[in-house]
């Protein structure tokens, strides 16, 4: 498969996105990005690498790392994780408050932050040091050494990070926070702040596309099953009250992130990553979905 002939194709075709849609205006480090910055990367499980445009310039990967953070909880806990947080599509933006209090403050699924602020408190109960031994879990499966935090935007995401805030004392209230609610809240802000690039991001992902054996040493990430099951969540809550439309659209398990990144599994093939910072009004990379449209459109190959 010649990868790049297809990027190149398709953006030709993507110039009118260049200008729709705006840049995450919440924090400085975000709506400082050049709004025009446009990569793409995809691996393919027998590592061939693939990419286009801005692939190698690092980004904010925000909500993305929800997914990283939903695996190692996954790993730990088994199937006890789903006590405290669902998995039902929400229907609802990523930060509502309004469906938590319905739900008695169980999460619709750990994608919205309401679960992922439960995933992070989870994790937080079984290891020592979270934020280290976190981001040293991500780089052993992207087989990346230097990914890391971005520490001023952590800084940042915790002083304008009142929903959130909101967020896990409605859950505590609930009893479905067992920690100190700034010690969770500081390794949400952190996960939000892993930088990446596309070439990194579709890397991380890989295992996912691999039945949860990270490709690079081999090892068993998660089981088979429980990849398959992240990749639910993935394909019915990725892009929260726009989950219908990604997976109508493109066909493929996938992520964003306020940052303007997506990455798209195709489970024993590839893990795709895209770069745009402009979003729609749901919080999901406009020119980043049309791309991954037409690319699934054009190789026609989808999971469905
Ligand atoms: N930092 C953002 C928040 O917590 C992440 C949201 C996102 O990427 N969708 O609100």
Known sequence: MKYKK????????????????????????LSSVDPLKFGIHLTTITNKHFSFGDSDEKFSIQ??????????A?????????????????????NSLIQLEHDLGIPRNPLINAGALVICD???SHLKNPKQEFIEFVRT??????????????????SAGYRNAALINLMKSYGNIHNDI?????????LCSIEMTCKELSQTFLFLASYGVCPFTNEVVISRSKSKRVNAIMQLCGFYDEA?????????????????????IHPNKYSIAVWSPRLNIKGNSYKGIKFLELFTSETQVSIF
Do not use: M, Q
């Open 244 to 264: 219908g439309e990604f997976s109508f659209k493109v066909g493929l398990p996938g992520k964003s992130g306020v940052g303007g990144g997506i990455v798209a």
């Open 74 to 94: 996954y790993k730990l806990e088994d199937e006890y994780l789903w006590n405290r947080v669902g998995v039902e599509p929400s229907g609802t933006p990523f």
């Open 122 to 124: 989870v994790l937080v």
């Open 63 to 72: 909500s993305i790392s929800k997914v990283l953070s939903l695996v190692l």
């Open 182 to 190: 700034d010690v969770v809240l500081d390794f949400y802000f952190h």
């Open 6 to 29: 297809n990027f190149k194709n398709i953006n030709s075709h993507l110039g009118e996105f260049d200008n729709l849609g705006t840049v995450a205006s919440y924090i400085p480090e």
């Open 141 to 158: 499966i992207s087989n990346i050494e230097t990914i890391d935090y971005c520490n001023r935007i952590a800084e940042s995401e915790k």
